[in-house]
């Protein structure tokens, strides 16, 4: 994990979210107490438990993007589920264990992506070689065909004859030719030519089954369940020698790193390092109000708490342990309230954090400020069709205005009524964008009212539209 103050998280994650410092200041403690942690002392380390955060605010507001940015700023497992897709046991839905599944296969992909990137020098040199024998193969001896009836009454192989071509001339000659073509492979002279590769074959078998709800189609991997004890599968490609080098890369860094530590090291940072972002727990938030819909939701509630509380989770890496990971709840909890929670629950996010509703003037800096904002992002887009796109601060403003109108009069969906905004002001430029003849546009305040003002006049076609 790397060694950021709460000052310094709150920075970077304010470099891609704006506002919303209470939410920060939060996550960053958060964090900076996982790091204290790790460097007390004795038993006493074992008890001190991370708080979970409850992060409550309507969509659109950052909730999601802070703990993104987060996991991917100090380099922890992360994993997003919807509370509303879990049910209780009976009840057609996803079993909560597979929460902590989840996240133990995102830290194993994290974990073997750093361990393939430090043998990657070594891989590409091992995928050159072979790409090398594949183009151009050494010569073997000759063996002179053997007589069945010699076979039959002197089964042990004759000392071969002299061949009739010189052998070590072959030999020279190969190497020499070998020596062009592994030169001709660094100077990419050859990426374009295909090439005839085995690769594993990992395809899943599948398997439908009727689970009530309708038919339902299941992967089933007999490696996993033997054990590994089949031989792995291998299919033929033809692919062009630029994607193949790429597949024997992989293949030698497989071979180079050692799984076994991958597994371990991943299984760690899934219960030192984790994070788990439950969304949409105010969707079941509540008591049971007879049958229907309803009935499951406190049997959601409870069958989280063993996860949330800490517990021992079973996957085919093997048993992974959930105390000391750390979940940020959230939702927007307009109908309901955290109250609604069950009171275990309740308890184990004791940091209560309200996120502020997105302004006028925040939607102006989103889109402008982040390093990833939307105008930089179509001005990325634009470019490589050679058409420049120049956002002027009064298009912006305009910009701005709408969303916040829209968001005001129909539904609140917060900046990502942005997306829906741009895409339509520049519907038009990105249509014909590849053939257009002026190479430059230029979006101000009169652009955009030009552009959007049949949708504004209309009100009912804006609610569907915008």
């Known amino acids: 994990m790397a060694d950021l103050t709460p000052r310094q998280i709150v920075e970077e994650l304010d470099k891609f979210i704006v506002g919303q410092k209470k939410a920060k200041r939060a996550v960053a403690v958060a964090i900076r107490n996982r790091l204290r942690r790790q460097r007390v002392e004795g038993d006493l380390q074992d008890d001190i438990v991370p708080k979970n955060i409850l992060m409550i605010g309507p969509t659109g507001v950052g909730k999601t993007e802070i703990c993104r940015r987060l996991a991917k700023l100090v380099n922890a497992p992360f994993c997003k589920v919807e509370a509303s897709k879990f049910t209780e046991v009976g009840y057609v839905g996803r079993d909560v264990d597979s929460i902590v599944r989840d996240l133990v296969e995102a830290s194993i992909r994290m974990v073997r992506q750093e361990k393939y990137a430090e043998v990657k020098p070594k891989a590409t040199l091992l995928a050159e070689d072979r790409l090398v024998d594949l183009l151009c193969p050494m010569p073997k001896r000759r063996e002179t065909p053997r007589n069945p009836f010699e076979m039959l009454f002197n089964p042990s192989p004759r000392e071969e004859e002299p061949e009739e071509d010189d052998f070590d001339e072959r030999i020279r000659r190969a190497r020499a030719e070998r020596r062009l073509v592994r030169e001709r492979l660094s100077n990419g002279e050859l990426e ?85 972002f439950l969304d949409e727990l105010d969707k079941v938030a509540g008591r049971e109000h007879g049958v229907g819909p309803d009935v499951s939701r406190e049997g959601v509630q409870r069958d989280l708490l063993p996860i949330v509380e800490g517990t021992t989770v079973v996957t085919k890496y093997g048993p992974v342990k959930t105390d000391h990971i750390l979940f940020i709840g959230a939702g927007a909890f307009h109908v309901t309230k955290p109250s609604d929670l069950i009171p275990e629950l309740q308890g184990r996010f004791p940091i209560r954090v309200e996120l502020d509703p997105l302004t006028e003037d925040d939607f102006v800096r989103i889109l402008t400020e982040p390093e990833n904002s939307l105008t930089k992002q179509y001005q990325a ?76 006049t209309n009100r009912d076609v804006t609610r569907y539209i915008l």
């Open 192 to 276: 374009d030519q295909e090439v005839e590769i085995e690769v594993e074959d990992n395809t899943v078998p599948t398997v439908e089954f009727f689970d009530g709800s309708g038919m339902q189609e299941m992967g089933l991997n007999i490696q996993d369940i033997l054990g590994g004890m089949l031989p792995k599968r291998k299919k033929k490609r033809r692919v062009k020698l630029s994607e193949a080098r790429k597949i024997l890369a992989q293949e030698e860094s497989a071979k180079l790193v050692d799984q076994d530590s991958i597994v371990s090291e991943a299984i760690y940072r899934a219960e030192k390092l984790g994070i788990v």
């Open 381 to 456: 887009l634009l470019a490589t069709d050679g058409v420049s796109l120049e956002f002027r601060e009064d298009g912006v403003r305009e910009l701005a205005k709408i969303a916040y109108t829209v968001n005001e009069e129909t539904e609140n969906i917060g900046a990502r009524r942005l997306h829906t905004v741009m895409e339509r002001l520049l519907e038009d430029v990105l249509f014909s964008a590849p053939e257009v003849e002026e190479p430059k546009v230029v979006v101000n305040a009169k652009y955009v009212q030009t552009k959007m003002s049949d949708l504004l």
